[in-house]
């Protein structure tokens, strides 16, 4: 896996199937959002979806961090920074969809995984088993907004999955990831199993300087 050198990635859609975990936990700072979008449910609450995309398209491991943003009507996550352990994932995102993606390693034991950065721990998280009581939702919006060439570009993702609650513990979460308020216990939205839709992306309007990568 490399950051240096581009590889060829799927065009879209790309559609895959696996599981979600997904939890808003508390910063200690203001996240930075640009001009052209506003945060939904506060600036000092982070978006942290952490995912297995275990079919499909590409199959990868995802940590995705940011912050719930909305543009006129169009509510999706803005995502800051982005961890991966697939090459075409991060060539894909980056190019199609403006997404900020990162190389990282993803090490799984039982339901906590670790997460490394150039060896160096990154994060360490412990994810709960679904509740018994689960709903299956039909297909509904799961979008965020990226950035290419200073154009905003949104993403109108497809989620379908059978969604219940659960715990997620964070037990690591180190520089440059934001700074939390809150770390145990927290209640998260699992998916298990879901299906994704990712088609290409729109350009709705210009960007605002981009907050600073996390």
Sequence with gaps: MSESGEVSYPQPPWRMSGRLWMVFPRT????????DLSAVGGRRR???G???YETGTVVYDELAVGVLVR???????LATSVWVNDSASLWGGRRMWGVPKYLATFDWDGPTVSIRRDGQLLAELTVGA???WRVPLPSMPSGGFGEIDGQRVHL???LKATAGSTRVDIRRWEAPLPALAETEGLRAFAAN?????FPAGRVVGAAEPSPTTL
């Design 156 to 158: 109108p993702a497809r």
């Design 46 to 48: 982070a978006a942290v």
């Design 28 to 35: 200690v700072d203001d996240v930075d959002v640009p001009g």
């Design 130 to 132: 679904s509740s018994r």
């Design 193 to 197: 199993p879901c299906r994704f839709t």
């Design 71 to 77: 543009r006129g009507l169009q509510v999706g996550i």
């Design 50 to 52: 952490l995912v297995r």
